[in-house]
Structure formats: structure tokens, C-alpha cells
């Protein structure tokens, strides 16, 4: 049975940092792409960023472009998402998702999806 289980979140003030990391298991990771989502309260689930099996393609949505940084341990079956210079407009549940396919920004493509974790960044 494939898991993903989110860790890292809790709350911050505004220009902290935290780092999500997100521990896959039941499925080959290095096989995978992986992506982190978010959900503010009333929200739709948005696109934050995105990798490819092997590092070698990333993608950011414009609002956390040179803020956040996605990375992945294939050896460790983790990926992480380091995020600097926090916002209040960043607090939201993040979410990890696995698909064996690139689907970049679509929520509707991932196969597999976390629980989520709560971030929270106050002013």
C-alpha cells in the first residue's frame, strides 16, 4: 500500500523558514515524480512545485518562485521543500502527491497523495 506522510509544518512568523519533507513508501520512489500542494481554508488545492525522478526537471509556481526550493533523497525515499522568506498568503495545508508520470502542476494527474501538513505564518 503506497503511504505518503508530510512532516515539518507548523507556524512560523513572517520571513521564517521551514522545511516540509514528505516520506514515501509502497511504491519504487525513484520511479516517481513528485509534487507539494497547498489548500488555504475556502480554497481550491494549488500547484506550489514539482520534480521529476531525477532532479533534472523543477517547476514553481510564480508565488514561490526564488522562494521555495524542491528537492528529493531518492535513497532515502523522501522529497522536501524548503521554504524561505515566508508570507502569510503561504499558510495553507501542504500536500505531497506521487505519480509515475511528469504532471507537473495538475492536482488531477498525481496518483498517490498525502495527508497534508498545516503551515501557518503569521505577520
Known amino acids: 500500500q503506497v503511504q505518503l506522510v508530510e512532516s515539518g509544518g507548523g507556524s512560523v512568523q513572517a520571513g521564517g523558514s521551514l522545511r516540509l519533507s514528505c516520506a514515501a513508501s509502497?511504491?519504487?520512489?525513484?520511479?516517481?515524480?513528485m509534487g507539494w500542494f497547498r489548500q488555504a481554508p475556502g480554497k481550491e488545492r494549488d500547484f506550489v512545485a514539482a520534480?521529476?525522478?531525477?532532479?533534472?526537471?523543477?517547476y514553481y509556481a510564480d508565488s514561490v518562485k526564488g522562494r521555495f526550493i524542491i528537492s528529493r533523497d531518492n535513497a532515502k525515499n523522501t522529497v522536501y521543500l524548503q521554504m524561505n522568506s515566508l508570507k502569510p498568503e503561504d499558510t495553507a495545508v501542504y500536500y505531497c502527491?506521487?505519480?509515475?508520470?511528469?504532471?507537473?502542476?495538475?492536482?488531477?494527474?498525481?496518483?498517490?497523495w498525502g495527508q497534508g501538513t498545516q503551515v501557518t505564518v503569521s505577520s
Open positions: 502527491a506521487a505519480d509515475p508520470n511528469p504532471s507537473g502542476s495538475h492536482a488531477w494527474a498525481y496518483r498517490y
Open positions: 509502497g511504491l519504487t520512489f525513484r520511479n516517481y515524480a
Open positions: 520534480i521529476n525522478w531525477s532532479a533534472g526537471n523543477i
